[in-house]
Every structure is written in C-alpha cells, then in structure tokens.
C-alpha cells in the first residue's frame, strides 16, 4: 500500500518523495496498528510485576498483613498511620535518612561539580582521573561496603593507620561503632559511592557549554569565578536541576550500602527508613505496618520534589 | 573533600603545572590563560581527587594479597610485604563462592536476556510512535525509580509466594527482569532514535514487511546498542542485593553479594583477608565491562539522560 502511495506523485530527478507529515510517515510504516503489539512484550511483566504489586503495596498499607500468619488479612483502614505518626523510633529513623540523603546528595553534587570542571580542564592525568571515578560506579554496592569496612577498620584499617602517622588522633577510633561518627562515616561512603554518575552527567553538561562564550567573557576581562557564575552555571543548571532530584531519590531509597557498612548500628544511629521497612517487614513479620512506611517515604519524597523543583523552576523563568 | 579524608598521597607528587599547555583541541585555548598558581591549585584539587577515589580501591586490593600474619599486624603496611595468593584460596575453599558466582551468572544472563529480548520492540515502538503510549512508558520509567524497593517487595514477595517462585532463581530471574527494564528501555531507546527513519521507509517502498523491516534493517544497525545494554542490564543484575537477600534463602542458591555479606558476619583480622580477595574476584565481571565499553556505555546514558 505505502508503495502505491509514494508512487503516484512523482517529481522530476527527486525520486520517490518522502512522506511529508509525520502522521503519514506512522502510517506508511504501519505503526499505528503495531505499536501495542510491539510494545505487548514489556508490557505484560510490567503490569503483572511491577504496576500490580505497587497497586498491592499500597492497599496492603491499610491492613494488618503479616507473614506467616494463616488468618486472613483484614482491613483496617488508616490504623497502620495512625500507628506509625506515634512511632518515635521510625520518625527518628526517617529523620536519619533525610540527614543522610540531603548531606549524600549535597556533597556529591558539590564535590562532582569540581571533579567535572577539572576533567573538563586541558590537565594531565585526566585520563587517570576519568577511569578512577568511574570504578565506584562498577563495584557491587556490597563489595564497596566491604571495602570501607577495611578501610574503617579500628585495628588493622588504613585510616587509623594514616591518622595515627599524621599525629592527627591517637589512631584508634572504632568509627562505623561510634555513636557521632558512624553517620558522617557512613555519609563519606554514600559519596564515593555516588560521585562518578554526577559526575559523568554533569561533564557531559559542560561539554555543551559553548566556548565560543567563554571566550568572549574572558576578553571582555571576566574572571575565572565570573565567568563560572555568568557563562557555566547557566548554561548546567537544568542538567545540575535533574541529577540533583535524581540522586536524591536514590540515596534516600539506598538500602544495600548501609546494610553491608552498619545494618542500622550503632544503636539504630544509622538505620535508615529503608533499613526500618526491611527490619518491620522480613524480622518481624509486619507486611502491612512496613507497607505504610514505604508509602509515608513515597509521599514525603513526592512533596520535597515538588518544592524542590517548582521553587528552581520559577527561579528559572526569572 | 580531602578534609573528610585526611590521608597522605602514597603514590607520586603533585605534577608539576605546565605554563604553556599544548592544546589537544583547537578550542581549549584559554586553558593557556589560566595562569601559573590557578594550574597549581587545578593539580592540587585533581590530586586531592585522585586521592579520595583511590585509596580504599589499593587497600581493597593489598589486603586480598596479605598474608593472615601481616594481617594481624598493629602497623599495617600499604603494600604487601609478601603478596601471597593464599586468600584467594582460603576464599574459595571456606565459602561455596564458585557455586554462588555460577548463580550470579544463571541468574544475571537471563534476567538481561529477556530484559532486552522484551524491551527492544517496545522501545522501538516508544520511539517511532509518539503518543500517548510513548508518555505513559516514559512516565512509568521515571516513577519506577522513585519508589522504595521496600515498598515493591512486599507485595512482590507475596505474589511469588504463592506463584511457589520464593527462594527460586527463576523467581530472582523474573524480578530483576522487571527492575532492569527501565534502565534497559531508557537505554535502548537512545539507540533506535539514532536509527534514520529514512532507511525503514526505504525498505517498505521496496515491499519489506514490518517484521522484515525490524528484523534485516533496524536490528543490525542496533546490534552495537544491543550488546551494550546486554552487558549494563547483566551488571546490574549481578550487582543486585537487596532482592536476592529476601528472596533466596537457601545457601546453594544465594547469589554473590548475598554469600559475601556472609563473611562480614566473622570480624577478627585474619578474616579480612579471604573477605576482600572474594570481594575483588566479585568485581571481575563489572570491571571487564565498563573497561570494554565506557565510552559507548558513557555515550548512550547521557544521550538518554541529557538531551532527551
């Protein structure tokens, strides 16, 4: 059929005349009619292991489900929140985990900001710098959270080693078991963890800025600082906007990292709202209080995001 | 940063900063304006930087190669005295690390098998066919990473429970099938949009059908994509814990990040050796894939990522 359609209306030495609208392109490719049959394949396990469950979770937040028992599950309606506004250990919990995932990202973002400015720079051992801040992003989450249990070690780590040789502290700090260290300990971890996909984005951000810019800033007798503010940050904010939101949803929903550093220690000092669901839930049994928890973080997430963008989006129509 | 980790440089002195750089690219030359005590300070941050990322990889590194005994030591050494293979050894004898490798692997393969086979036609159709089917995959794609893994786990292991599919590989299989493919579709699509139309409608005018048009001209040309987002959705499956720690419980079937964590359990120093040379021989396969592939696996998420 498409054939017959492009060959009525031939032009002199144009050949066949490609299709004009993108409407007639889809429907001279036939897609119109294959599209749900193309896409069947990733829909069926999505909907049935993904979309479903999620619906499950979240009706399950409003019964007392639990594992093992063979009593049938009721409804109990907003009890498990009610419940759970009264639970001072999850509040703590959940106000760790913002500690946690605003200082996680807040670093990563500053510290990947420079990283890519200087991988940006004519340096030499750049190369070496790219490769090595790629790694942390290939490692196992479990196998980083070993590694910083060696290097954490209070004994026979290497940080207590090179503090010790520093003269820095006597060089035995216990510092994934202190009760004030463990989280900024664990917060460092996060940030090895987490700073190359920043980093990488945010350097294909830059290579975007046109040097042609720069340039006129720096005859116009800009500063390196101004024209960072004036030329740089511009032309990043909204990469800097979208991995910023990005990371901040990974880091409070990140799980394996801490589980493998403290799971939770040093007297719950760590224990993130996901450790807390993963505790309420495979130790204790409570599929729906845990249920509820997953679904108060979902709706805490979705409002700071919210603020969080709408604020830096006006800022930006300004 | 380097305040956060106060730790001597081991390995060679800061680089001696360049007044005149040769510029690599015609364009860089304002790097030659930057002048003699910013290039320092520029030197001194990447050193810091190179630093801060390195150090815990060669600690990793020298303690899977130290003997138990320089392991006891109060005064450890950033080198190994005597490199020593034993670890490896002891690693391999003392945990079913092979068998939990050869889980990892099963299960990984599949997961990124079917992952890709599912995807393709549906990123294909995502790309080609704007409408509201392509938001709503979007849509879905961003949202799936907004909820907590705790949330979806619930239910999950509920529905594979009574599916008899708890503390299965093909359980963990179809799992990881459904966490990759967001990934997996965000990447494919990258690939199909750099596919020129022109070429597809070539094809029909010469009377292909559709799946012949899908299957002699889009999918050689994506075969490149193909591999790649293959080998990203296998790291990310054989990088997985959380799933396979509630899921599997049985120890002949627990993947490798699962049988790691157990060694974690034993403190005591002679321990970490075995714990980090396991740890290095579990790293491998992520390794020998970004070292492959970066820059086209680098390429592809930010062609995704950036420009949309």
Known sequence: MSAAAATTQPRPGAGTPPPRTPAARRRMLGLDRDAWFLLLPALIPVLV?????????????????????????????????????????FWESFRIGLVWAVCVTALQLLLALGLALLLNENLRFRWLARTLALVPWAMPEVVVGIMWRLVYNPDAGILNNALRHLHLTSGHTDWLSSLSLALPAVIVVGVWAGMPQTTVVLLAGLQNVPVELHEAAGIDGAGMWRRFTTVTWPALKPVVLSITALNFIWNFNSFGLVYVLTSGGPGGKTRLPTLFAYEEAFRYGQFGYAA???????????????VFLRNRLKEADQ | MSAAVPVPAPEAAAPQPRPRPTPRQGL????????????????????????????????????????????????????????????????????????????????????????????????????????AVSRAGTGWILVSQMFPLVLIIIPLFMVLKNLHLIDSRPGLVVVYVVWTLPFVLWMLQSYVKAVPVSLEEAAAIDGCGRLRTLRSVVLPLLAPGLVATLMFAFVTAWNEFFFALVLLKTPEKQTMSVILTHFTGAEGAADLGPLAAASLLATIPSLVFFALLQKRLVGGMLSGAVKG
Request: proline share 5%; with cysteine.
């Open chain 1, 49 to 89: 292991l993904s979309v479903g469950p999620l619906l499950y979770g979240i009706s399950l937040a409003f019964t007392d489900a639990q594992s093992g028992v063979t009593r049938s599950t009721s409804f109990t309606g907003v009890r498990n929140f009610a419940d759970l506004r009264l639970d001072s250990l």
């Open chain 1, 292 to 306: 509820a928890m997953g679904l108060v973080m979902v709706a805490v997430i979705a409002v700071l995001l919210t």
């Open chain 2, 28 to 131: 860089r030359r304002r790097a030659g304006r930057t002048g003699r005590t910013g290039r320092a300070m520029q030197y001194t941050a990447l050193l810091c930087y190179l630093v801060f990322l390195a150090f815990p990889l060669l600690w990793l590194v020298s303690t899977a190669f130290k003997s138990p005994r320089e392991l006891g030591s109060v005064d450890p050494t950033w080198l190994p005295r005597h490199p020593t293979l034993g670890n490896f050894r002891t690693a391999l004898d003392e945990q079913p690390l092979l068998h939990a490798a050869l889980n990892s692997l099963l299960v990984a393969g599949a997961a990124a098998l079917v992952s890709v086979v599912v995807a393709v036609p549906a990123a294909y159709a995502m790309v080609r066919f704007k409408g």
